[in-house]
């Protein structure tokens, strides 16, 4: 096989960006059928065996499959830096998008009754607001989901290969195998 035969050899990053896209959120609610049925049957203990059943746990093991073992660890520290940004995020926007809206009307309905009473809010406004800051949380939150998925998918995968990362939140120190 010459030089000009041989398949080019992807970068981490553009590894990172398949990803991404396989491990969509918009992917949160399964689009084929059968993934439709293996994600509402995830009941039990086994959440592994129904995880590689899914087309893009499938599509993703094809993506990492030529990665060393040192690109596939580099991958499972930005997945694990990629799961915290996107839980502080989501914390951000859940404090920014709820709290704060509500304890300022709160605030204002005490310190100036007449002047709240005379803004003329009607109900239906609040709930569509309250119903918009909702959607965009649905939203950010199926893709804080696939963020911690990409991070346990790569985590799985290095597993599978002999190469232990100690699990949990914070987890992302590798070590290998004596042997």
Do not use: C
């Amino acid at each position: 096989m010459s030089d000009n035969e041989k398949p080019k050899r992807q970068s981490a990053e553009e590894v990172w960006r398949l990803l991404s896209r396989t491990f969509t959120a918009w992917n949160f609610v399964p689009s084929r059928p059968r993934d439709l049925w293996i994600a509402t049957i995830r009941v039990g203990n086994d959440f592994i065996t129904r995880s590689l059943r899914l087309s893009y746990w499938q599509k993703g093991m094809v993506i990492v499959s030529h990665l060393t073992d040192q690109d596939l660890q580099r991958l499972k520290v930005w997945a694990d830096i990629n799961r915290r940004q996107s839980e502080n995020f989501f914390r951000v926007l859940l404090v920014v998008y709820f709290t704060l809206p509500i304890t300022g009307a709160l605030v204002l309905g005490q310190l100036y009754p007449d002047q709240w009473a005379g803004l003329g809010v009607e109900f239906s406004e609040v709930v569509i607001m309250f119903s918009a800051y909702t959607a965009v949380l649905i939203v950010q939150f199926a893709g804080h989901w696939k963020a911690r998925e990409i991070d346990d998918f790569l985590q799985f995968t290095l597993a599978e290969r002999g190469i232990f990362v100690s699990g949990g939140e914070g987890g992302n120190e590798v070590s290998l195998p004596k042997g």
